[in-house]
C-alpha cells in the first residue's frame, strides 16, 4: 500500500489549506505532524466508514478531516491556520483497525509528507 499525500504549501496565519491523501485497500486514516526539533503529533483520525473523526486538542474546531471511499481520498481542511501549524504533515494508515485512533502504532502505512508553511 503507497500513500500519497499532497495540498501542502505556504499560506498566511488565517488562511486555509486541504490535504488529500490517496490510499486503496486501508482501513482507519490518520494525519500527524512534525514540526523541527518537536515531537510527531496526532492532528486528526477519520474511521474506516467516514462516520467517526477525532481530532488532536491543537486543531480541535478549525481541522477537519473526511474520506470519500469510492475515489480513495482521506482529505484534511485546514481552517485559521496559525504558524504554530507550520509542520510537515503526514497521512497513515491502519491494515488492522476500523475505529479512529491516536496512536501512532496503530498505524502500518505512512505517507512522504507534505510540508505546510504559515506566514505571519
Known amino acids: 500500500v503507497q500513500l500519497q499525500a499532497s495540498g501542502g504549501g505556504l499560506v498566511q496565519v488565517g488562511g486555509s489549506l486541504r490535504l488529500s491523501c490517496t490510499a486503496s485497500?486501508?482501513?482507519?486514516v490518520a494525519w500527524f505532524r512534525q514540526a523541527p526539533g518537536k515531537e510527531r503529533e496526532f492532528v486528526a483520525s477519520?474511521?474506516?466508514?467516514?462516520?467517526?473523526?477525532i481530532y488532536g486538542d491543537s486543531v480541535k474546531g478549525r481541522f477537519a478531516t473526511s474520506r470519500e471511499n469510492a475515489k480513495n481520498v482521506v482529505d484534511l481542511q485546514m481552517n485559521n491556520l496559525k504558524p504554530d501549524d507550520t509542520a510537515v504533515y503526514y497521512c497513515?494508515?491502519?491494515?488492522?483497525?476500523?475505529?479512529?485512533?491516536?496512536?501512532?502504532?496503530?498505524?502500518?502505512?505512512w505517507g512522504q509528507g507534505t510540508q505546510v508553511t504559515v506566514s505571519s
Open positions: 497513515a494508515a491502519s491494515r488492522n483497525y476500523l475505529s479512529a485512533h491516536e496512536e501512532a502504532d496503530r498505524y502500518d502505512y
Open positions: 477519520i474511521s474506516r466508514s467516514g462516520a467517526t473523526t
Open positions: 485497500g486501508v482501513y482507519a
